[in-house]
């Protein structure tokens, strides 16, 4: 079967611009979740959404993220401005149901400058 | 909270030599426990999981055992090859439905021919 999907692979853009990240989850699953992974750290939950609605987003910075489900399907992860801290690579997963085992994408590689 | 503590890395190993990636975990009730690697280049995968305490979980020589008496999770594999060089994570959910993964920090193993 496809795995999750995300573009771009990289950007690069200057600090307070605006940036938008796009995922596709594997058909079928009902859980999505965007995770940030910074050098050298784990990823973080950012946000969880189980179809179209939000499970968990108490970790998304919401004076500057911002994060969609249309459908239930495809999701956006958005930040505006961007700042230098937010360089980091960004981490869409699936999941078939709600209890961790998650299919991670190939992320976007965000670098701020 | 929930965390998870791995051992810092990076670890380096010759071919056919034994290891350990030390876990240790914080939560509350009864969490499902996973390794997940990071070969270079590639996204994040599921290597093993256990569910429940005394589980062994175990796929591709790697095998963890979910011990809630010392609250660890500690992977090993007897005999490591050049192709297992990756970065390690290991993570946990708790067992309330919706919950994400909570990630270490990833400990590094470079092997050597």
């Known amino acids: 079967e496809a795995g999750v999907a995300q573009s771009p692979r990289y950007k690069i853009i200057e600090k307070r611009q605006s940036v938008a990240f796009w995922c596709n989850p594997i058909?079928?699953?009902?859980?999505l979740y965007w995770y940030q992974q910074i050098l050298g750290q784990g990823p973080k939950l950012l946000i969880q959404?189980?179809?179209?609605?939000?499970?968990?987003d108490s970790q998304l910075p919401k004076d500057r993220f911002s994060a969609e489900r249309l459908k239930g399907v495809d999701s956006t992860l958005k930040i505006q401005p961007a700042k230098l801290e937010d360089s980091a690579v960004y981490l869409c997963?699936?999941?078939?149901?709600?209890?961790?085992?998650?299919?991670f994408g190939q992320g976007t590689r965000l670098t701020v400058v | 909270g929930n965390s998870v503590t791995q051992m810092e890395g990076p670890v380096t190993l010759s071919e056919e030599a034994f290891l350990t990636i030390n876990c240790t975990y914080t939560a509350t009730g009864y969490p499902s426990l996973f390794w997940y690697v990071q070969y270079p280049g590639e996204g994040l995968q599921l290597l093993l999981k256990?569910?429940?305490?005394?589980d062994k979980g175990s796929n591709k020589g790697f095998e963890a055992t979910y011990r809630k008496e010392t609250t660890s999770f500690h992977l090993e594999k007897g005999s490591v090859q050049v192709s297992d060089s990756a970065v390690y994570f290991c993570?946990?959910?708790?067992?309330?439905?919706?919950?994400?993964?909570?990630f270490g920090k990833g400990t590094t193993l470079s092997v050597s021919s």
């Open positions: 959404f189980q179809n179209n609605g939000v499970v968990d």
């Open positions: 058909s079928g699953h009902a859980t």
């Open positions: 993570a946990l959910t708790s067992n309330q439905a919706g919950t994400a993964l909570i």
């Open positions: 997963a699936s999941s078939p149901h709600a209890d961790g085992e998650a299919f």
């Open positions: 256990a569910t429940k305490a005394d």
